[in-house]
């Protein structure tokens, strides 16, 4: 069940995934798909669902020269806003001081 959920989340990560989604998509409760999740990943999904989401994120905003808007929507995310929080609780900086960092370019 968890290769199947976590092929699920990846081909839908340009929306927003949700957790009651992925536990219909594999027709398992969500208890036994949380289960899966700690015991193969040590994360529960939606921590799992959040850290890919941003692993995608992260390689937009290094491969594309697109502004952060459309980062935000190709990626599920409702605004670049709410991209912009969530990124800088989870990775501690910024989505555009990420992309200067991995571009090497100057502030």
């Known amino acids: 069940m968890g290769p199947y959920a976590l092929r699920y989340i990846a081909?839908?990560?340009?929306?927003?995934?949700?957790?009651?989604e992925?536990?219909?998509a594999v027709c398992v409760s969500r208890s036994t798909l949380d289960r899966s999740f700690q015991s193969h990943l040590a994360l529960p999904i939606s921590k799992e669902i959040m850290r890919l989401r941003l692993e995608r994120v992260k390689r937009h905003l290094i491969e594309r020269k697109t502004n952060l808007k459309h980062v935000a929507l190709e990626n599920g995310f409702p605004d670049a806003t709410t991209l912009c929080r969530?990124?800088?609780?989870?990775?501690?900086i910024t989505p555009g001081q990420f992309r200067k960092q991995a571009l090497g370019t100057k502030a």
């Open 11 to 20: 081909a839908n990560l340009h929306k927003p995934v949700s957790v009651p």
């Open 86 to 92: 969530i990124f800088r609780r989870e990775i501690g």
């Open 22 to 24: 992925v536990v219909a």
